[in-house]
C-alpha cells in the first residue's frame, strides 16, 4: 500500500501530463544561483529565505523550492514547451502544514500567446480538476521571479473559515502560488521577452492532502502507520 501522500503525488503528476505537462527530472542539492539569485531574490527577502535554507559545508544548499528547477527548464529546453518538475524542499521552519521536509511540484509554461488572462482560466480549469472547493480566491502576492504574482487560496476545510491553528487563524489555507515569469529572468535564460511568455506555479502538496483528506493535524499524516493509512482512503474527496 502507497502512503496517501505518494498517491496523491502520482495523481497530480497525471493531471499535469493529461494537461500536456512533460516531467523533467529534479534534484534537491542546488547552488545559490539557482534557488534564490536567478529568481531575482531581493536582499531584504533573500536575508530571510537564507536564514530558513539549510546550508552545506561546499556552499551548496538544500533547495527551499522547487521553482529552483526553473533554472534548469529554461537553461535546457527551447520554448515553446510545458513542463513540470516534483520533489522534495527543505526549509528550517514549522507551520500547521509544514515540517522540515516537504513536497512541491513546480509546472513551467512557455509560449508566444500566454496572457494573464489564460494563466487565471487555465488555473480554474486545473484546480478544479485537483480538488473540490466551493470558491478559489485569487489573492495578489510578492513572488520576486514572477510579476504579475499571486496565490490562489480557498476556505480551510477543517474550520470552514472561522479559523484554527492550521491555517494560523485566517480561515484561509493557500492551494498555490502562480504568476507569469518576469521578463528579467527569461532574459537571464537568453529567452527573448519580447517573444515569449511564461506561466510558472508551485503546488504545495501538503496543503492539496488538506483538501482532499480534511486533514486536521498534519503530524498524524506523516507517521508511518498502516492503520491510519487505512482511514484516510475512505476521505479521499
Ligand atoms: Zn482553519
Known sequence: MLHPLYSLKEEVENLFIRFGFKEV????????????????????????????????????????HTSSMQYKMMRSFSPPF?????????????????????????????????????????????????????????????????HPGFKIVSFCPVCKGKGCRLCKHTGFLEIMGAGMVSKNILEKADIDSNIWKGFAFGIDLQAISVFKFRLEKID??????????????????
Request: proline share 2%; charged share 25%; net charge positive.
Open 82 to 146: 510545458k513542463l513540470f518538475s516534483s520533489g522534495r524542499v527543505f526549509r528550517k521552519e514549522l507551520s500547521g502544514i509544514h515540517r522540515y521536509v516537504f513536497e512541491q511540484i513546480e509546472g513551467l509554461w512557455m509560449d508566444t500567446t500566454l496572457t494573464f488572462k489564460g494563466l487565471l482560466n487555465f488555473l480554474n480549469v486545473f484546480i478544479k480538476k485537483l480538488i473540490k472547493v466551493e470558491k478559489i480566491v485569487f489573492m495578489p502576492a510578492y513572488y520576486p521571479y514572477a
Open 220 to 237: 498524524t499524516f506523516l507517521r508511518n502507520n498502516y492503520f491510519t493509512f487505512k482511514n484516510f482512503k475512505k476521505y479521499v474527496v
Open 25 to 64: 527530472e529534479g534534484y534537491e542539492i542546488v547552488d545559490r544561483y539557482e534557488n534564490f539569485e536567478f529568481l531575482s531574490f531581493h536582499p531584504f527577502h533573500l536575508s530571510i529565505e537564507e536564514r530558513n535554507a539549510f546550508i552545506l559545508k561546499n556552499g551548496k544548499l538544500l533547495r527551499t
